[in-house]
């Protein structure tokens, strides 16, 4: 009998706890929205509760405020990139030619960039707090260090510096290209998607020193 009893309190509070973590998620899910739209420095609390459909006293009930908010989704963001870019990364960096590297690496990078415009925004938006930019700092490192191993495969040749820094210089390229792709129509995506790859292979292809 007591058994019963404590299985049915136990019910009740499973189901609250389910329903507090779904609003948590919707509250992320709209304040991705927010941000990707109105950029970090000018969203706000009630502007990412009335998307969420939700009170500001609701939101108020899992975050402290825009930045709690911001931190949580990327740390969201960074368990996803970890999923995305795995797959991305795991390549045999040495075998590939340079061309067919890139796509194997850039294809699934820009894809989860163009799915999740909010992460874009956090990542570079430069209106962000010194807090959230290092909350930032691991999805930063996980692409430098996968790309650095990479580079360490394929040019065992080059000082671990030297390979660092072409890993660094090829990572704020992208960046640079990005905002392109971001903003290119799906007809205009495949053309900037090939300028922004052909311009880090004719880097890549020096800096490694690739024939």
């Not at 009893?5 to 509250?27: N, V, Y």
């Not at 807090?131 to 260090?145: G, T, V």
């Amino acid at each position: 009998m007591t058994g019963d009893t404590a299985s049915d309190t136990a019910k009740p509070a499973r189901k609250r706890q389910a329903r507090g973590e779904k609003r948590m998620h919707e509250l992320l899910d709209a304040a991705a929205e927010v941000f990707a739209t109105h950029g970090y420095a000018k969203a706000s609390t009630n502007a990412i509760a009335a998307a969420a459909g939700a009170s500001p006293g609701t939101l108020y009930q899992f975050f402290r405020g825009k930045q709690e908010i911001a931190e949580a989704l990327m740390a969201r963001y960074v368990a996803r990139l970890d999923a995305a870019h795995g797959a991305a990364f795991v390549v045999d960096g040495a075998a590939l030619p340079l061309a067919d590297l890139l796509d194997r690496v850039l294809d699934p990078i820009i894809a989860f960039d163009r799915a999740n415009p909010g992460f874009h925004t956090l990542l570079a938006d430069p209106g962000i707090t010194p807090e959230l930019a290092q909350a930032k700092r691991p999805a930063q490192d996980l692409i430098f260090q996968r790309l650095d191993g990479i580079f360490a495969d394929r040019a065992p040749h080059l000082p671990a510096d030297e390979r660092r820094l072409t890993a660094a210089v090829a990572i704020h390229m992208f960046r640079g290209l990005l905002p392109m792709i971001m903003a290119a129509s799906e007809r205009e995506l495949p053309t900037v998607t090939r300028e922004a790859k052909q311009a880090l292979h004719a880097y890549l292809a020096v800096a490694l020193k690739e024939s």
